[in-house]
């Protein structure tokens, strides 16, 4: 997690709020792994940022997947759940 914190910061961006979902198994095997440690991120990155993050994130040894979703802002508060 602090690696990826810092790659965030490093791109110009800001971290948010972090929520730890622990360990859970996953649907079926990655790298013959069975389950995985979720977590998730709530980060601002100017738009080119995103690219080279995900560049990043893939080439990270420990994280089996990555997701990211862009959210409109709208004024509203964010959940993360």
């Not at 738009?47 to 997947?65: F, H, I, Q, T, W």
């Amino acid at each position: 997690m602090e690696k990826i914190e810092k790659v965030v910061k490093v791109l110009g961006g800001k971290v948010g709020k972090n929520v730890e979902m622990g360990k859970k198994p996953l649907a079926y095997q990655i790298k013959k792994a069975g389950e995985g440690h979720y977590l998730q991120m709530l980060v601002e990155l100017p738009g080119r940022a995103v690219v080279e993050l995900v560049k990043k994130l893939n080439v990270e040894k420990e994280l089996l997947r990555h997701l990211l979703v862009k959210i409109q802002d709208s004024g509203s508060k964010i959940q993360l759940t």
